[in-house]
C-alpha cells in the first residue's frame, strides 16, 4: 500500500508526509512542482526529515500539465492499492483577481482534473481525499457556516476555484465511482506557514519591532486551526470516503485583534498596530461547524490558540536571530 501527498512540500502538506511517515512501513510518495509563489528553498526545507526516510519518494511535476500522469503511474505499480491527499492548489484570496486568475484556473481546476481522471482509471485507489477551503462559502448570513445549511457563494476567483474543485470530485465520485471526501479548512496556521499567511506576517514583525499591519479595523472573526489537528483530522476523515464534503476548523472563533494580543503576549513584546484598507475578496466572519467530522470520526481540535502561537514563534524565531 502506498500513500501519495500533492503539494508535499507546502505547509500542510509537508506535516502530512511527516505525519504518514511515522507508521511503520508507510510508503509516502509526495508531488510538488515548487511554484515561486513562496521561495522554493523554504518548501525543500519543509521535506529535509522526509527525505531522509528510505520511504519516502518525491516526483517533481506540474500536475496541469496530463503527460505529469505518466509519472505517477510509474511510481505506484498498476493494481498497488493508494490513497490520495490532494493539497497542491495555487492559493492567496487577495492575488487571486486580475491576470493572475490564469494561475488559480490552472493549478487548482485543471491540476484536479488531471488528477482525478488519472486517479479514475487505476484499480485499487482506496481514497481520494481533497484539501478545499472555507473560502468557497463566501459571506454568509448564518454563523456556524455549516455544510448542508450554508450555501456556498465565494467571495473571491480563489473560493471559485476550490469550489470548481470540489464539484469536480463530487462529478467523480458519481459518475466514475472514486471514493472521495473534501474537507474545508479553515484558517490553518502553526509551523512551516507560508511567508504570506497572517500569523507568519503578524509574528515576524513583532519580532522585529515594526507594527503588525491590519487590513480593515480587526474586528474580524476567523476559526483558526492548528495544522497538528488539520492533519489529524485529514487521517481520520480517510474512512468517510463516500463523496461528502465536511468543514476542518477550529471550533471557535476569534478576532483578529485579539489573536495579535495573544500573539504580543506570547512573544513577550509590546504591539503596534498599522490599519490598512480591507482587501477584496475578504471576509468578516469565519466560523465552523465541525459536527460532522467529529460525529463521523471523533476527531476535535486539541490546540489551544496561545499554545498553537507559542509552537509557531518557537519555529520562527531562530530564523529570524
Given at each position: 500500500m502506498a500513500?501519495?501527498?500533492?503539494?508535499?512540500?507546502?505547509?500542510?502538506?509537508?506535516?502530512?508526509?511527516?505525519?504518514l511517515l511515522s507508521a511503520p512501513g508507510t510508503r509516502v510518495i509526495g508531488v510538488d512542482c515548487f511554484r515561486d509563489y513562496y521561495p522554493p528553498a523554504v518548501k525543500r526545507a519543509n521535506l529535509a526529515a522526509a527525505s531522509a526516510n528510505p520511504r519516502f519518494s518525491l516526483i517533481e511535476a506540474d500536475l496541469s500539465d496530463?503527460?505529469?500522469?505518466?509519472?505517477?503511474?510509474?511510481?505506484?505499480p498498476a493494481g498497488e492499492e493508494l490513497t490520495v491527499f490532494h493539497l497542491a492548489a495555487q492559493a492567496g484570496v487577495r492575488k487571486s483577481w486580475g491576470s493572475d486568475f490564469a494561475s488559480y484556473t490552472r493549478d487548482n481546476i485543471t491540476a484536479t482534473?488531471?488528477?482525478?481522471e488519472w486517479a479514475a482509471g487505476r484499480e485499487g485507489i482506496r481514497g481520494f481525499l481533497f484539501a478545499s477551503s472555507s473560502s468557497v462559502y463566501g459571506?454568509?448570513?448564518?454563523l456556524p457556516m455549516t455544510e448542508d445549511l450554508t450555501v456556498p457563494v465565494p467571495h473571491s476567483p480563489y473560493g471559485v476555484t476550490k469550489?470548481?474543485?470540489?464539484?469536480?470530485?463530487?462529478?467523480?465520485?458519481?459518475?466514475?465511482?472514486?471514493?472521495?471526501?473534501s474537507l474545508r479548512f479553515f484558517t490553518v496556521y502553526g509551523p512551516r506557514q507560508r511567508p504570506d499567511m497572517a500569523f507568519h506576517r503578524f509574528l515576524r514583525a513583532v519580532l522585529a519591532g515594526e507594527p503588525v499591519r491590519i487590513y480593515g479595523d480587526g474586528s474580524q472573526t476567523r476559526d483558526y486551526t492548528y495544522v497538528d489537528d488539520t492533519v489529524k483530522g485529514l487521517r481520520l476523515a480517510e474512512g468517510c470516503t463516500d463523496g461528502r464534503v465536511m468543514n476542518l476548523g477550529g471550533g471557535s472563533s476569534v478576532t483578529l485583534l485579539d489573536a495579535v494580543r495573544t500573539i504580543g503576549e506570547v512573544a513577550g513584546v509590546p504591539?503596534?498596530?498599522?490599519?490598512?484598507?480591507?482587501?477584496a475578496g475578504d471576509?468578516?466572519?469565519?466560523?465552523?461547524?465541525?459536527?460532522?467530522?467529529?460525529?463521523?470520526?471523533?476527531w476535535k481540535p486539541v490546540t489551544p490558540l496561545r499554545e498553537?502561537?507559542?509552537?509557531?514563534?518557537?519555529w520562527l524565531r531562530p530564523a529570524l536571530t
Open positions: 500513500t501519495l501527498v500533492t503539494g508535499a512540500a507546502g505547509f500542510i502538506g509537508s506535516h502530512l508526509v511527516d505525519d496530463p503527460s505529469s500522469m505518466d509519472l505517477l503511474s510509474a511510481a505506484v482534473q488531471n488528477l482525478l459571506v454568509p448570513s448564518v469550489l470548481a474543485a470540489e464539484n469536480l470530485v463530487r462529478l467523480y465520485t458519481v459518475h466514475r465511482g472514486l471514493p472521495s471526501v504591539v503596534r498596530l498599522e490599519f490598512l484598507p480591507a482587501q471576509v468578516a466572519d469565519t466560523m465552523a461547524s465541525t459536527r460532522r467530522l467529529e460525529s463521523a470520526t471523533g498553537g502561537i507559542r509552537r509557531e514563534l518557537a
